[in-house]
């Protein structure tokens, strides 16, 4: 029987091929140089390259390497949380695997949890080798959501930190479906604090982020902290109806006083597009909460697990 582990590393994966190698040496090297006892859990979210013969590998050689292999893509934030789920050590900490978080920050957040804090988030200073729009798209919506909601999220984070085990368990008992992890974790509260770096380039391949799944985690991460968006709709028909009345105002003024009627065909039509304009972002914008209702309602798990490597047989129990 080997030691339990002190340190978990909790490493999503989807279609990493090229980046992998690197990742593990870079990772490795780090880790071992801790002389703790530690674990690497790569949860494989359903890649179609060669990622998971490589996991395997890697398991193979090593076995502080685990393995939590989904029976499909189920997305970046489940892959987080299954590792989560999965995982012992006494502090967690997840990193991305295309070496856009420097692994050797860790040492630096384990000496601040050493010190007494609970979270250990990597803060973002400068960004390389991210297109404009990318980096700008980034800064608006962390700048939105710090209006939008209520919880203190702090800017410029990732999913790149630390968390002790006590916040882990604390995670493991929000059941949400379309989560934002950091945004829960901020809610949680407890002692947190964030150390600077840098976040490179990424190191082979590209983003698996395309523009569609950034939009649907920016909605999720919206939707699960804040109902302002639905109050605009009020606040809006308010607005409107106040302007309406002011331009009845003018169009009876108009019918009674002079004779110019019956002039107003493109003003009407301005007025008629413009408004169902926004009644339908408004429909849809609570459709966003509904659908989202129904999907916490059918009450489906959040992930599906096809095999898992290298765990021993009661903590695959003790999980379930
Ligand atoms: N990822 C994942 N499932 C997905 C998309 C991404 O597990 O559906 C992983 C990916 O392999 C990487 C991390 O999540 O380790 C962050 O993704 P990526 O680097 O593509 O995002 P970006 O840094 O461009 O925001
Ligand atoms: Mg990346």
């Not at 003003?267 to 429909?283: D, K, R, T």
Request: hydrophobic share 40%.
């Amino acid at each position: 029987m080997s030691e339990a582990a002190r340190f978990s590393v909790v490493v999503p994966v989807y279609n990493e091929e090229n980046v992998l190698p690197e990742m593990y040496s870079r990772l490795h090297a780090v880790m071992e140089a801790l002389h703790q006892p530690y674990e690497i859990i790569f949860v494989n979210d359903g890649s179609s390259d060669r990622t998971f013969a490589i996991l395997n590998e890697l398991c193979e050689q090593d076995h502080a390497i685990k393995v939590i292999d989904f029976a499909k893509n189920f997305g970046h934030q489940t892959a987080i949380t299954a590792g989560m789920d999965y995982s012992e050590g006494e502090a967690i900490v997840v990193i991305d695997a295309d070496l856009q978080d420097p692994p050797e920050v860790i040492p630096l957040m384990i000496e601040r949890w050493n010190e007494g804090y609970d979270v250990v988030y990597g803060k973002r200073g400068e960004r390389k080798g991210e297109t404009f729009f990318k980096r700008l798209s980034a800064s608006l919506f962390y700048r939105l959501m710090r209006k939008l909601t209520d919880v203190d999220i702090p800017v410029d984070t990732g999913d790149f930190r630390l968390i002790d085990r006590k916040v882990c368990n604390a995670l493991k008992s929000i059941k949400e479906r379309n989560r934002y992890i950091r945004g829960i974790i901020s809610w949680l509260g407890f002692k947190q604090i964030g150390v600077d770096f840098c976040r490179e380039e990424r190191f082979a391949g590209e983003t698996k982020y395309p523009f569609k799944k950034m939009l649907k985690f920016a909605f999720d991460a919206i939707t699960s902290f804040s109902f302002k968006p639905l109050k605009l709709s009020s606040y809006l028909g308010m607005l409107m109806s106040f302007f309406s009345f002011i331009y009845l105002l003018f169009v009876l003024y108009q019918k009674l006083f002079t004779n110019q009627t019956v002039t107003g065909w493109a003003s009407s039509m301005v007025v008629n597009l413009f408004f169902n304009g926004i009644v339908l972002m408004m429909l849809g914008i609570a459709g966003e909460y509904i659908g989202r209702i129904y999907d916490e309602t059918k009450g489906r798990p959040l992930y599906v697990v096809r095999q898992v490597k290298n765990f021993s047989r009661n903590r695959i129990e003790r999980r379930s």
